[in-house]
């Protein structure tokens, strides 16, 4: 298997535009998690899905993120309209089901730049 | 919640030489303590973890020990090798919480 997937690697935008950050995930694994990392606040859990289905998205900041998992091989972290604040290393993860807090599978994350 | 502390924010250390980063967690309910290791440009790659019912784990270089009385536990590198060097992030989660909460996170230098 190829890793958990994420695209773009980089991604520069101008403030208030769409921004939408894509991830596979390991296939078979039934969680998906979205993190956001910065230097101040470190690494933050924003959403998490099982079974495509979410579950707590009690990290999403703000009424600007939202995300989604059409199904078990993709999901979108979409921020609109984005702002500079919102600069960050986004990693998707995922991990089997079964046993509580198992192994985290990261992807190797975009790097988001709002100018 | 949970809140996870991690000292010291950055290590320096002699290659040979042995290297410690500790943590503290708030939450007693927390019964699972991974440490993931983040090398320049990949995302975070879990390197051993400890349940609360083991106060120890080896896995060749690398320990871990928990003390759940006191609410913490470390991360101990032994023989540190150049590869050694990165971010070392502790997590604590618990029973029937799916989601961990990572410490901030210690950059870790293994001078040659």
């Known amino acids: 298997d190829a890793g958990v997937i994420q695209s773009p690697r980089h991604e520069v935008t101008e403030m208030g535009q769409e921004v939408t950050l894509r991830c596979k995930p390991i296939?078979?694994?039934?969680?998906l998690f979205w993190y956001r990392q910065t230097m101040m606040r470190g690494l933050e859990l924003l959403i998490y899905?099982?079974?495509?289905?979410?579950?707590?998205d009690s990290g999403m900041p703000e009424d600007r993120f939202s995300a989604k998992m059409p199904n078990a091989s993709f999901s979108t972290l979409k921020i609109q309209p984005s702002e500079p604040r919102d600069s960050a290393v986004y990693f998707c993860?995922?991990?089997?089901?079964?046993?509580?807090?198992?192994?985290?599978?990261f992807g190797s994350g975009t790097q988001l730049s709002v100018l | 919640g949970e809140n996870v502390e991690q000292h010291p924010s950055t290590l320096s250390v002699q290659e040979g030489d042995s290297a410690v980063i500790k943590c503290t967690y708030s939450?007693?309910?927390?019964?699972?303590f991974p440490w993931y290791k983040q090398e320049l440009g990949k995302g975070p790659q879990l390197i051993i973890d400890?349940?609360?019912?083991?106060g120890e784990k080896k896995d060749q270089r690398i320990a871990v020990t928990l003390n759940k009385t006191a609410k913490h536990f470390s991360l101990h590198i032994t023989e540190t090798q150049p590869e050694d060097s990165a971010v070392y992030f502790c997590?604590?989660?618990?029973?029937?919480?799916?989601?961990?909460?990572f410490g901030q996170g210690t950059r870790l230098t293994i001078n040659p």
């Open positions: 993860a995922s991990r089997e089901a079964g046993r509580i807090n198992e192994k985290l599978f």
């Open positions: 296939s078979g694994h039934d969680y």
């Open positions: 899905f099982n079974n495509n289905v979410p579950i707590d």
């Open positions: 939450d007693s309910a927390s019964n699972y």
């Open positions: 400890i349940r609360s019912n083991v």
């Open positions: 997590a604590a989660g618990g029973q029937g919480a799916q989601k961990l909460v």
